[in-house]
């Protein structure tokens, strides 16, 4: 079981995090099932770049993004080479550092 530590964010993660989760599981379903409420605008879709997250550590253990992925991601707030879209990105058996940005393309919180 991967664990996913997530690097203090200050409103959604102030101390920062360390969680296990599910080999198979997206980021973003991790995130939220421990209680992180990244945004995710589009409900999971590929259609925003809201749920942008950088990997820090063990970007390479990931799968490639799909093309749709990374057109989206040219989208995202502060992109940087190891950014991916948490509702895409699915774990493997490596662990994880993350961190979510401060911004996202959003001017206002959507509320899930």
């Given at each position: 079981m991967p664990k996913l530590k997530v690097l203090p964010h200050a409103e959604l993660c102030p101390a920062g995090a360390e969680i296990?989760?599910?080999?198979?599981?997206?980021?973003?379903?991790?995130?939220?099932?421990?209680?992180i409420e990244i945004e995710h605008a589009?409900?999971?879709s590929?259609?925003?770049?809201?749920?942008?997250?950088?990997?820090?550590?063990g970007f390479d253990s990931l799968d490639e993004a799909e093309e749709k992925?990374?057109?989206?991601?040219d989208k995202a707030w502060g992109l940087e080479a190891n950014s991916?879209?948490?509702?895409?990105?699915?774990?493997?058996d490596a662990d994880l550092v993350i961190e979510i940005p401060k911004?996202?393309?959003?001017?206002?919180?959507e509320e899930h």
């Amino acid at each position: 079981m991967p664990k996913l530590k997530v690097l203090p964010h200050a409103e959604l993660c102030p101390a920062g995090a360390e969680i296990d989760a599910a080999e198979g599981s997206s980021i973003l379903d991790a995130l939220l099932e421990n209680g992180i409420e990244i945004e995710h605008a589009c409900e999971k879709s590929c259609a925003c770049t809201t749920c942008h997250v950088v990997v820090r550590e063990g970007f390479d253990s990931l799968d490639e993004a799909e093309e749709k992925e990374e057109d989206m991601l040219d989208k995202a707030w502060g992109l940087e080479a190891n950014s991916r879209l948490s509702c895409q990105t699915k774990l493997r058996d490596a662990d994880l550092v993350i961190e979510i940005p401060k911004y996202t393309i959003n001017y206002a919180r959507e509320e899930h």
